[in-house]
């Protein structure tokens, strides 16, 4: 039973922008860093964001993340063929010294 | 460049024990935090255990606890998780990671409990 809560599915045309909400709780999110992870089918996820909205080595600025309070957002903007994946968001749980991936949510693109 | 590769998955019976080995290669072993993830077939991902760089603390899922080790051996630069008293839910692939800020992962070994 996964503590982060997170939109079962999304999806927009190719070009457009998609939002995902992760919502949490002061245990995980609202204080720690959040995570984003994008899963193509048969393959090891792949880290997109971390620290809340850093992008590592080689992701496009097209993803981007924010956090406010006890919640997260990823953005995905100029929508591609190849996004089509599933996306986890990600945090640290401080009551439960444990970490946490949300429900995960799959972006179709239509 | 910096490799995780996971073995020892298989088909084990429930009440089984399995050990998976994580070998790492292209960065300085010791120095990080490692983890295990796992994915049932068909669901999302599960963190399982860490254990940080000299092998001295190490943190559990619930789901887990009791059950499962964590260790590494920073001379042969190996992660590994042992598993106990497996179950059917315990089916899944399970993938080993460095520090959850870098990015590496494993690709990940397929782990079924069945009879």
């Known amino acids: 039973q996964s503590v982060l809560t997170q939109p079962p599915s999304v999806s927009a045309a190719p070009g457009q922008k998609v939002t995902i909400s992760c919502s949490g709780s002061?245990?995980?999110?609202?204080?720690?860093?959040v995570s984003w992870y994008q899963q193509l089918p048969g393959t090891a996820p792949k880290l997109l964001i971390y620290?809340?909205?850093k992008r590592p080595s080689g992701i496009p600025d097209r993803f981007s993340g924010s956090k406010s309070g006890t919640s997260a957002t990823l953005g995905i903007t100029g929508l591609q063929t190849g996004d089509e994946a599933d996306y986890y968001c990600?945090?640290?749980?401080?009551?439960?010294?444990?970490?946490?991936f949300g429900t995960g949510t799959k972006v179709t693109v239509l | 460049e910096v490799q995780l590769v996971e073995s020892g998955g298989g088909l084990v019976q429930p009440g089984g024990s399995l050990r998976l080995s994580c070998a790492a290669s292209?960065?300085?072993?010791?120095?990080?935090?490692m983890h295990w993830v796992r994915q049932a077939p068909g669901k999302g991902l599960v963190w399982v255990s860490r254990?940080?760089?000299?092998?001295?603390?190490?943190n559990y899922a619930d789901s887990v606890k009791g059950r499962f080790t964590i260790s590494r051996d920073n001379a042969k630069n190996t992660l590994y998780l042992q598993m106990n008293s497996l179950r059917a839910e315990d089916t899944a692939v399970y993938y080993c990671?460095?520090?959850?800020?870098?990015?590496?992962w494993g690709q990940g070994t397929l782990v079924t409990v069945s009879s």
């Open positions: 990671a460095r520090d959850f800020n870098s990015g590496y």
């Open positions: 292209g960065f300085t072993f010791s120095s990080y935090w």
């Open positions: 254990i940080n760089g000299d092998g001295g603390f190490m």
């Open positions: 002061s245990s995980n999110i609202g204080n720690n860093y």
């Open positions: 620290e809340n909205n």
């Open positions: 990600a945090a640290w749980d401080g009551s439960l010294s444990a970490y946490v």
